[in-house]
């Protein structure tokens, strides 16, 4: 989960969400099963936590099957409602890519901007 690489002094840190983690994440708390937000969360802010002020981190959805909406609104509005991150820091700090499912972004966005 380190794989970093640098583009025009900006650097960034993906997590490929297929590869790291699962290919169908879903589920809110961790009593739901291996795969849910609640674990995914804890693992944004341990990521986040290790970003220095002008890194990024990328999160990748290409290669998971689905991802399901309580997943996404715990893993990512939840970084708004704990107050880890500010709505504006969130789109500053995080870059989702979903080309296979781009509704996978659309979500996380709406979710993030109701938090």
């Known amino acids: 989960m380190d ?9 960034m840190k993906i997590i490929n969400v297929a590869s790291d983690f699962s ?10 099963g291996s795969a ?8 944004l802010v341990e990521q986040l936590s290790k970003l220095t002020s002008d890194e990024k981190l990328i999160i990748n959805f290409d290669g998971v099957l689905t991802a ?16 880890i991150l500010t709505k504006k820091e969130f789109f500053n700090k ?18 993030v901007q109701g938090a």
Do not use: C, V, W
Request: glycine fraction near 6%.
């Open 23 to 32: 290919i169908i994440p879903s589920g809110r708390q961790m009593s739901d």
């Open 94 to 111: 995080i870059t989702i890519e979903a080309n296979e499912h781009p509704e996978i972004k659309e979500k996380i966005i709406k979710y």
């Open 68 to 83: 399901g909406s309580s997943f996404l609104d715990e893993s990512f509005a939840g970084l708004i409602r704990q107050k």
């Open 3 to 11: 794989n970093s690489i640098s583009l025009r002094s900006i650097i």
């Open 36 to 43: 849910t937000g609640q674990h995914f969360y804890k693992i």
